[in-house]
């Protein structure tokens, strides 16, 4: 059989060979590659899908600070909870709708946010479409700012090699999952689309949790069997060797299937547990050691698929199966049924998890739905963060301590209102703003600043991070910082420097 | 569509033209050696299709193949859009993933191995579709085991990827068993099922 073309190290080292200098960026050599992946950092691109507002999250206005709070997307002063010294706010809100929807909701975003803000930098910027596919798009590449690489492939290229599956998405179908267009980019640090957490892991090996069992030393002698001696031996493999389809089929059938195999996956992203509905114990499976943390950190991750996409992103980070994952809520109404009826005026208190099109049921009803979603973001990073935290990385430095959770959106959303309304539908806007937690950030800090009387942000210098109104700021900026305040090298790339978002 | 009489003229003009070619191309080593095309395109199966021809082959219903905790269809459900299918509703995938994923491989194995598997389990149960021949010989002195299993290796072949095996596949086949001798404890039935395996995970099976 012939070899795949080149191994990842291979690839590696040859780019670095064949590059030179040229670009001079740290990326090009494979033995930095190498000690990246043993000091890694870790992103989390949670997907504000629809389009979260950020001044219905941690950049809300308060009437009185507003020339015009009445036809703007201000809150009544009582509503918003804010900390001295703090620049951000929350907005605790309750109603019996979420646009046309008759269910009733409660929020606290002041208990998320008054313990995480410390890891909170807000950044301000000025997005190039409305569109939602596009704009899922560029949030995630700065509108195509270093030759359509993405977020997530960089860091997966920079932090990655060493980990079986780099760059996980558990969001598909969406911009936000798109592959970048630098043909450059290692194959290795393409994202993977992951459709279903929950049974996903069954696919990480070849006989565990089968129901006709085979002892692992056969299952490998008949795939070398096939690979060496059957598949040569016909006309069809001999003729269509170099088919790019085929080699590409004989590459994953080396390398990343042993260490996929090797990493004992099927078991240690099992995150749910024996039952009746998912007989693990039967197919001589169990949960993973860590299933109990994650359920305990996302208790509804049985009926919510962010829930559940979010217990497989720790476990993929915490294993070193990855050192991106990308998630988010989807445009399908969630709705947990184990949540009793009261007086059955409206739908159970909080029973919509996710309203139809998430954050774009805005559409129709702004004020709910934007509350209800970002509660339900703040809610997924509370998990992570906790579960990251008490992730020793063996230097006296926890999981957290590396990691990026960013909120990314497809864009902003319209700024005004109806005189007086309580809710009402709102179309996109390109202004807007990035939340992004992390200890690698400034915490607690904004970058930039909200015009309270059009709703407007705007931006900030680069260098200090000084508040600049009439400055907007550009998605190649905000995409840079985000590069910089994960340590990926971007010399060579012609991005600009922003130090002020990183700590 | 050109008139009979024009098509023969054409037709010989082709020929007289490949001819006038090949000296020149006798002269060409790489071209005498090239027995693999250069400009090789294949496209994967979609698992629906592939699920189709294995089962097909297997002669068992396409839901019998693999059932993943004995409830989900491997094929339709569980491994669905990693076996290169769609799902538009509730995924918004309705394009097959543009690469291969990379757990794709392993949940081909884990469908072939059920599928084998329980293909295996039927044949000795009886009556036999595939496995006969090396069921017989195991029972019986009578029957020769060499020619059972190039019996059993022939079969797979045709049922599986539609042709008649060469002789070399065949061999590659029957030395399927001998590959386990020493790791297997059952031979027969390992070696059976391997070797269905090998057949229904090939690159050929696969791609079109």
């Known amino acids: ?79 918003v909870t804010g900390w001295e010294g703090s620049p951000f706010r929350a907005v605790d809100l309750q109603g019996s709708s979420i646009g046309a929807i008759p269910a009733s909701f409660s929020v606290t975003p002041s208990e998320f946010l ?42 997966a290229w920079q932090y990655g090699m060493d980990a079986p599956i780099p760059n996980v998405h558990l969001l598909a179908g969406m911009g936000y999952s798109e592959r970048g267009t630098d043909a450059t980019v290692p194959n290795y640090a393409r994202g993977q689309i992951v459709p279903n957490p929950s049974i996903w892991p069954l696919s990480l ?34 003729v269509f060797r170099d088919a790019p389809r085929l080699v590409e089929w004989k590459d994953l059938r080396g390398t990343p299937q042993e260490r996929i195999e090797g990493y004992d996956l099927v078991q240690k992203l099992m995150f749910l547990d024996h039952s009746e509905a998912f007989p693990l114990a039967d197919f001589g499976l ?20 962010l829930d559940a996409s979010a217990a497989l992103a720790f476990l993929l980070l915490k294993y070193r199966v990855s050192v991106s994952v990308t998630l988010g809520p989807n445009f399908d109404f969630v709705y947990d049924e184990t949540v009793p009826y009261d007086d059955g005026a409206s739908l159970p208190l909080n029973s919509v998890r996710n309203p ?39 230097d006296g430095t926890s999981m957290w301590d590396r990691t990026l959770i960013y909120i990314a959106s497809d864009f902003g959303r319209e700024k005004t209102r109806p005189s007086g309304a309580d809710d009402w539908g709102t179309g996109h806007s390109i202004n807007n703003g990035v939340a992004a937690f992390s200890p690698l950030v400034p915490g607690d800090t904004l970058r930039g600043g909200v015009d309270p009387d059009t709703g407007l942000t705007y931006g900030f210098d680069p260098q200090t991070g000084d508040p600049e109104p009439g400055r907007n700021m550009a998605e190649a900026e905000v995409f840079s910082g985000l590069l910089g305040a994960l340590g990926v090298d971007t010399s060579g790339s012609g991005l600009p420097d922003m130090p002020s978002m990183r700590s | 569509m050109l008139p009979e009489r024009n098509r023969g003229t054409v037709r010989t003009c082709m020929m007289v033209a490949v001819l006038a070619l090949a000296p020149a191309c006798k002269d060409d080593p790489a071209a005498v050696k090239r027995d693999y095309s250069a400009k090789a395109r294949v496209l994967p199966k979609s698992g629906e299709v592939w699920g189709r021809d294995l089962a097909n082959g297997l002669a068992l219903e396409e839901w019998e193949l693999c059932r993943e905790l004995g409830q989900l269809d491997c094929v339709s459900e569980a491994h669905r859009i990693t076996l290169g299918g769609v799902e538009p509703a509730r995924l918004g995938i309705d394009e097959p993933l543009e690469t291969t994923p990379v757990s794709a491989p392993i949940a081909v194995d884990r469908v072939a191995l059920s599928a084998c598997s329980l293909r295996y389990e039927r044949d000795v149960e009886g009556p036999a579709v ?58 027969l039935r390992d070696g059976s099922i391997g070797a269905c395996m090998v057949v229904a995970t090939s690159t050929e099976a696969l791609f079109y």
């Open chain 1, 1 to 79: 059989m012939r070899r795949p073309p080149f191994t990842r190290r291979e690839f590696i080292q040859g780019l670095a060979a064949a590059s030179g200098t040229a670009a001079g960026s740290m990326l090009m050599s494979h033995q930095a590659l190498a000690e990246q992946a043993s000091d890694p950092r870790f992103l989390i691109v949670l997907c504000a899908s629809g389009g979260g507002s950020i001044i219905d999250g941690p950049l809300a206005i308060r009437a009185s600070e507003s020339a015009t709070p009445d036809t703007l997307n201000t809150f009544e002063d009582s509503l």
């Open chain 1, 114 to 155: 008054a313990r995480r803000r410390k890891d909170l930098m807000v950044s301000t910027w000025n997005r190039t479409s409305v569109n939602h596919a596009i704009g899922q798009r560029r949030a995630i590449t700065g509108n195509e700012a270093w030759k359509g690489r993405t977020l997530q492939e960089m860091v």
């Open chain 1, 205 to 238: 090996d070849g006989r565990k949790g089968g129901a006709f069992p085979i002892e692992p030393e056969v299952l490998k002698a008949i795939r070398q069997h096939r690979n060496k001696v059957f598949e040569p031996a016909t006309d069809f493999d001999r």
């Open chain 1, 286 to 305: 169990s949960s993973s050691p860590a299933a109990q943390a994650v359920q305990a950190a996302f208790p509804k991750l049985g009926l919510d698929p």
């Open chain 1, 356 to 394: 139809p099109l998430a954050f774009d049921v805005s559409h129709q009803g702004h004020r709910a739905g934007q509350a209800v979603m970002w509660s339900r973001l703040y809610s997924v990073v509370d998990g992570l963060i906790s579960l990251l935290e008490n992730e020793d990385m063996g």
């Open chain 2, 130 to 187: 595939i496995f006969g021949p090396v069921l017989d010989a195991n029972r019986s002195s009578r029957f020769d085991w060499l020619q059972a299993r190039e019996q059993v290796a022939q079969s797979l072949v045709r049922r599986l990827l539609s042709r008649d095996p060469k002789a070399e596949e065949v061999e590659a086949l029957v030395a399927t068993y001998d590959a386990l001798d020493g790791i297997s404890d059952n031979v």
